[in-house]
């Protein structure tokens, strides 16, 4: 079978409108008139410019025969993004809303393929901005190998929204033979990290400003994808991939300890941390293992090819900071614990709620 | 990182574990029942559960936790004041992180920011006084909180505030004593302590002189200790030496931060904005006098609780709550009937599980607790 | 109770109100100095090592008393393995 190009069953490309030439997003840009047709056309399908995008139909129309060149099995997924503030070093909440689907969708085992963009706009939010972070959707998407095919805009008044929220939906293929879930972990599985942990969450507090701290530390933000096709192509035996977002490390640990009933022992000394991130969490009485990350998996893997796993990340530019940090051990079950740097254990908890400085 | 990473050194710790272990079995009482020191400060109890150094030490010493974490102590009626002045229009309530989430009767500083009120997380009282410039047109309330190493904070910012001329900036003083509060233990009958970790950070501004009515008139050892791993480890060895050659002292293991006359530009300034209350209500041990301290009449301008109708209402802990037992070291911590049951850090009831340096929140968080459930069922029977 | 950091002042930002900037492993905060320049001038505090807690320098750290922790602690343990060989060679 002849591979389908991408977009040849669809109809030419509609010819764009304009453009906005107001500065700011009012409510009128998302009545559904000739303002918001300018609007979706100056910022949004500019900069998306693709084949599958471009009639701008009510859906993308995707080729199923595609699709199945890449796998087996679908897969579907969808995030939202609130991130405040909208910039940060190391990235922004467009980048953001495209490598988090596209990792989502990775750490499955999934080629990801088509994104969706829904976004959320408060009025008053300056034209510029919202063209700037659609470039780095787009600039985003091309580095993963992703197309935004689909897509909506809402305008709310004052106060409704908190600048911009951005939904993204994504489909993927998993690769035949490949079987990722949080239930395979056994005993005597390693644990590994690609890199230097919290300096996702370490950045967007301080880029918040309430705290007045000044550091260099930037966003670990990337499209894992290559990464993950990287290790997946070296190690088919790799049982369980997640990125460490929310909740950071530790919440992973949890889920992988819990869902297979098994315990999990980590060793500190084996943890990749930046010392700024290090020196940042003791100033604010933070613990580094519930920062958020936007670039970092944690992978299971047969203790037998655990350093093939760890050399075949180690190899890829987002993997240089890769170890190996701990193993998975037959109990307490559903327990997440640490070798501390001091030579003592102690146990690894999620959280209750969010992690909140501690001063006094 | 200086003067942190060298007192974190695994192979010094495994010294001082084996040398503890030495004394603590020379001591014909340990084998009786362990020996009961008390760490005073929150942030020693955080360490401990950090490193996983209970663990670590030999069966013949316990732990007790005290009540030196000023989050926890903080009464539900204090934390309805600062839901009240929050509320009011026009305020902006700025408060450290760690305050948020302390329960009050009705709700938490951070329930009020989602229902409206507009409440900033700061990392320092000088932040609170920054909002004040910055927003001319609100009045900025400072939720000052903690003992005496953080009452210079406090003090150093109203000071500025009144040398720049601020009328939209006031502080809403919770600032508590923790020598009073050593005292009521000390006085308690069903006392069970046989040394105490004294507070490093504290006698920073202090110095050591306060605790040595400790050594001489309750007869107990103190060592005040700074916060890494290693500090901890070796004030309790310090401690047990003095038990094991029958000697009452107040030791400073902390000599590097902590010197012996504290620092007398904080005192001042404490002096200068400050004044001991009669009486401060204490969660879990109840009013204890002389524990807390308000402002001055001169600075009158600046003292929200003048400036602000709070509602000031006393509410009671609740009834089956065991927090004075566990900070007096009678109980453990899952030892209470709510432990777990009731009481846990998504639902605190007690002061202790409120903030992660409560003595049960610690336990809770990363202590075992089938082991301790077990445990408790095992005694109950 | 009572969270500090030891960080080293890199900077003066406002003389007259005593603040500087205090660098903790590469991350920077605005700090107040009051506590610790004592009768220097605020300048003089630059390269200083302190406790830093809320914002506020609280401490001047001192060296030779760290040091001096440290060498009892290494001390200890040389004691300790005499015992332990002393043990071993069963004299005790």
Known sequence: MNKPEPGKLLRPQRKLRDGVHVAKVTLAHGGGGKAMRDLIDDVFVSAFDNPVLAPLEDQARISLADLALHGDRLAFTSDSFVVDPLEFPGGDIGKLAICGTVNDLAVGGAKPLYLSCSAIIEEGVEVDLLRKLARSMAEAAAAAGVAIVTGDTKVVGHGSCDKLFINTAGVGVIRAGIDLGAHRAEPGDAILVNGLLGDHGAAILAARGDLRLETRIESDCAPLNGLIDALLDACPEVKFIRDATRGGLATVLNEIAEASGVGVEIDENALPLRAEVAGFCEILGLDPLYLANEGKIVVVAPAAVAEKARAALTAHPLGRESAIIGLVTDGPAGRASMRTKFGGKRVVDMLVGEQLPRIC | MKYVDEFRDPERAAVLIAAIGDLARSLDRARERPLHIMEVCGGHTHTIFRYGIANMLPAEIELVHGPGCPVCVLPMGRVDDCVAIAEAPGVIFATFGDAMRVPGSRKSLLQAKAEGADVRMVYSPLDALALAHENPQREVVFFGLGFETTMPSTAFTVLQAEAEGVRNFSLFCNHITIVPTMKAILDSPDLELDGFLGPGHVSMVTGTRPYEFIARDYYRPLVVAGFEPLDILHSLWLVLKQIVEGRCEIENQYGRVAPRDGNSAAQDAIGKVFELREFFEWRGLGSIDHSGVRMREAYAAYDAERKFAIPALHVADPKSCQCGEVLKGAIKPWQCKLFGAGCAPETPLGALMVSSEGACAAYYQYGDLEGLRAKRAANAA | ?????????????????????????????????????????????????????????????????????????????????EIAAMRASGRM
């Open chain 3, 1 to 81: 109770m009572c969270l500090g950091i030891p960080g080293r002042i890199v900077a003066i930002t406002d003389a007259s109100r005593k603040l500087a900037t205090v660098d903790v492993a590469g991350v920077k905060r605005e700090i107040n100095v009051a506590c610790i320049i004592g009768d220097r001038a605020v300048e003089d505090c630059v390269g200083d090592w302190v406790l830093v807690h809320v914002g506020f320098a609280m401490s001047l750290i001192n060296e030779e008393q760290a040091i001096e922790t440290l060498r009892i602690l290494t001390e200890l343990g040389e004691a300790q393995q």
